[in-house]
């Protein structure tokens, strides 16, 4: 069985340095680093008085871990306007929270080395947990500084709808 049906001649599984996110229709600039998609389901152990001495197992509750995104801090506000729809210091009593748009659903897109969309995922109900503007400074440092938002979700699907990219061999010009 071969892991790529368009393609059955790739072996290589794809890399993981070229994705792109989009919430509001728009691609989020800069976006260079993202945690895992990851799901857990709790373990339920039971068994009837009259079974071995052993328990039976069944899935119980199902929980989405949260998903970090990191960047270089630019002028790109995104990340501080989402942030803020969940708490805006100084907004005044009663609009600290806009709950009518503090979730948002967004879209995480994987692509092959060629650049073409290979995977898409859906990420339902978003909002920011976690906003940090500004990393820890240090003027003895040549580092980049990080902005970096902690999203909690409801869920997510893989989007079926993206299939597998017929990639073509590269053609030197004549």
């Given at each position: 069985?071969?892991?790529?049906?368009?393609?059955?001649?790739?072996?290589?599984?794809?890399?993981?340095?070229?994705?792109?996110?989009?919430?509001?229709?728009?691609?989020?600039?800069?976006?260079?680093?993202?945690?895992?998609?990851?799901?857990?389901?709790?373990?339920?152990?039971?068994?009837?008085?009259?079974?071995?001495?052993?328990s039976r197992r069944s899935p119980?509750?199902?929980?989405?871990?949260?998903?970090?995104?990191?960047?270089?801090?630019?002028?790109?506000?995104?990340?501080?306007?989402?942030?803020?729809?969940?708490?805006?210091?100084?907004?005044?009593?009663?609009?600290e929270v806009s709950l009518k748009?503090?979730?948002?659903?967004?879209?995480?897109?994987?692509?092959?080395?060629?650049?073409?969309?290979?995977?898409?995922?859906?990420?339902?109900?978003?909002?920011?947990?976690?906003?940090?503007?500004?990393?820890?400074?240090?003027?003895?440092s040549s580092a980049i500084a990080?902005?970096?938002?902690?999203?909690?979700?409801?869920?997510?699907?893989?989007?079926?709808?993206?299939?597998?990219?017929?990639?073509?061999?590269?053609?030197?010009?004549?």
């Open positions: 069985m071969t892991q790529f049906s368009v393609n059955p001649g790739r072996f290589d599984p794809y890399k993981n340095f070229k994705f792109r996110v989009k919430w509001d229709g728009r691609y989020v600039a800069g976006v260079s680093r993202m945690s895992a998609l990851r799901r857990v389901t709790e373990v339920l152990e039971h068994r009837e008085g009259g079974d071995p001495s052993i119980g509750r199902t929980r989405y871990e949260p998903i970090t995104l990191e960047r270089g801090i630019t002028h790109d506000t995104e990340f501080e306007r989402w942030a803020n729809k969940v708490w805006n210091f100084g907004s005044g009593l009663g609009t748009d503090f979730r948002k659903d967004i879209l995480i897109e994987l692509y092959n080395e060629a650049g073409q969309k290979a995977i898409a995922y859906k990420v339902y109900r978003c909002w920011v947990s976690e906003y940090q503007a500004l990393p820890e400074l240090d003027a003895n990080i902005q970096r938002i902690v999203l909690q979700n409801e869920g997510w699907e893989r989007d079926y709808e993206v299939q597998e990219p017929a990639e073509e061999s590269f053609v030197e010009p004549a």
